[in-house]
């Protein structure tokens, strides 16, 4: 069996998946909060493009204003709601970003339905190039290529900054970082936008993808979490490569039609299996 088609699908899957991973890792580093919301942020900003140019607003101004959008309300929360929460456990926190995300999936349903064949075209979708003998999609290649350059650009951010500094202090020890001078809630709100701007590009990527879908795009998360588990919720570098395996897990498993309707299962597979092999050398270490 041919993968090699398979395998180029889930390269535009896969720089989604990282995209998106690492979004949810840089937020998780700065303030704690597992942000269940990331995929919504994203279908908020790929419902909005969609409407603008199908509009008839020039393309570039809809990608626009549906990232800003998404970063207009990620950083509403994260200056808003987060600073309110931001000594509560940590599963509350993840569960309340839950109830955004519900939230956001009514309003994305209400006012564009749902069921409603749709799909976001980006100028590059007809243009394609081969590679090991397969037709592989411009969009796809510029996908991978954003990805590369935005986890990038954030690592000069985190080292070369004094915002980055901040973000690395607060996820050391917020108490501590507080103590020392670093503004909290200004920190947390600009990783929240962060966060928000990293959904807003995942989304209107994924919206290229697959079929615009109040559902589909709110679900992007969790195979955004399988991979940001992948790096433990620590390492851009291993949530952009989890990001990019759990991506080709997804395509590769299309190929085999017993586990095709399981496909999306396969990121989670992935990282339930990572975590027992970790849980399993740590208790080796231990009794050691």
């Known amino acids: 069996m041919n993968l090699l088609p398979f395998v180029a699908s889930g390269i535009g899957l896969g720089a989604v998946y990282a995209l998106s991973s690492v979004g949810l890792v840089i937020l998780y580093r700065a303030s704690g909060t597992l942000n269940f919301a990331f995929g919504a942020f994203g279908g908020v900003a790929a419902f909005l493009t969609f409407e603008l140019v199908h509009d008839g607003i020039p393309q570039p101004v809809g990608w626009l ?13 994260g ?34 339905g749902v069921g409603i064949a749709r799909r976001l075209t980006l100028p590059t979708d007809l243009s394609f190039v081969i590679l090991f003998g397969v037709r592989l999609s411009v969009t796809r290649l510029i996908a991978l290529g954003m990805s590369v350059g935005m986890v990038g650009g954030i690592w000069l951010l985190l080292t070369r900054t004094r915002i980055g500094l901040s973000m690395r202090a607060l996820a050391s020890d917020r108490n501590v970082s507080a103590v020392v001078g670093v503004r909290v809630t200004q920190t947390d709100s600009f990783a929240w936008a962060l966060n928000g701007a990293f959904a807003g590009i995942a989304g209107l990527l994924l919206a290229d993808l697959n079929r615009l879908d109040p559902a589909l795009m709110s679900f992007l998360v969790i195979p955004a979490i399988a991979a940001a588990i992948l790096s433990r919720l620590a390492s851009l570098p291993g949530a952009f490569i989890g990001g990019l395996i759990c991506g080709q897990v997804e395509a590769v498993l299309t190929a085999f039609p017993a586990f095709a309707n399981l496909r999306s299962a396969g990121p989670y597979v992935l990282a339930l299996l990572f975590m027992m092999a970790v849980g399993a050398g740590q208790g080796v270490g231990a009794r050691e």
């Open 79 to 112: 200056r808003i709601v987060a600073p309110n929460m931001a000594h509560r456990d940590r599963v509350v926190r993840a569960v309340a970003t839950l109830g955004l995300a519900l939230f956001l999936l009514g309003v994305m349903a209400y006012i564009w």
């Open 65 to 77: 204003v549906g990232i800003a959008t998404s970063t207009l309300i990620a950083y509403a929360y």
